[in-house]
């Protein structure tokens, strides 16, 4: 099945620093990511979609100017955490399908992001 | 907006048990997904539904969409340890392949 690798899979950074994610589709070519957040023994929210070449959405309530996403290519997007602090500490997970027929997201394992 | 309730929230089985968990939409569900979660890791696609009265297999897991196409059960036959996680229904809500998700069914299978 389709692979989607999150990078790094565990983070424990200072306060006010700013700290960045990568999600990879390894096997086909992601026209759109997903990043969501997922509070413990809560469902996920999703934060924002990430198309290819264009700039992500954000869903209401999300600030863009805290959460950067980047997705410069069909198999690479980033979310970069800007001046991190404690209650950005959370479990961060992206997700990645292509165009065309209903396909499903294909998640990525996750990041546990501590800010002390 | 689309939203989807999960029942029940947690459930515990003896291990060899059948089970099922239902997912009800408040819309009708053009595409219905299932996921499977470990504690702290990402989620595992399990099956993808899109007709009314579609129905999918795949090991000991079978999932089906009713006709109305407003509720989806997974089943479980025969419950096996490595079943035990977390099952997240989704569906298709909201355009640009946004996915809106049930809470989650805590399963626990006993030995």
């Known amino acids: 099945g389709a692979v989607v690798s999150q990078h790094p899979s565990w983070v424990i950074c200072k306060s006010g620093t700013s700290v960045k994610i990568e999600c990879r589709s390894l096997?086909?070519?992601?026209?759109?990511m997903f990043w969501y957040r997922q509070f413990p023994k809560q469902s996920l929210m999703l934060m924002a979609t990430s198309n290819e070449g264009s700039k992500a959405t954000y869903e209401q309530g999300v600030e863009k100017d805290k959460f950067l996403i980047n997705h410069a290519s069909l198999t690479l997007s980033t979310l970069t955490v800007t001046s991190a602090h404690p209650e950005d500490s959370s479990f961060y997970i992206c997700s990645a399908s292509w165009r065309g027929r209903q396909q499903p997201q294909h998640f990525g394992d996750g990041t546990r992001l501590s800010i002390l | 907006s689309q939203e989807l309730e999960q029942s029940p929230q947690s459930l515990i089985v003896q291990e060899g048990k059948n089970l099922t968990i239902n997912c009800t939409s408040s819309k009708t569900l053009y595409g219905l997904y299932w996921y499977k979660q470990k504690y702290g890791e990402g989620l595992i696609f399990l099956m993808m539904?899109?007709?009314?009265?579609e129905e999918k297999s795949h090991e000991k897991i079978t999932a089906k969409l009713d006709e109305k196409k407003q509720q989806s059960s997974l089943h479980i036959t025969a419950s096996q340890p490595s079943h035990a996680g977390i099952y997240l229904c989704g569906a298709d809500g909201g355009g640009a392949q946004k996915l809106v998700f049930g809470q989650g069914t805590r399963l626990t299978i006993n030995p």
């Open positions: 539904l899109q007709k009314g009265g």
């Open positions: 096997d086909f070519q992601a026209t759109t």
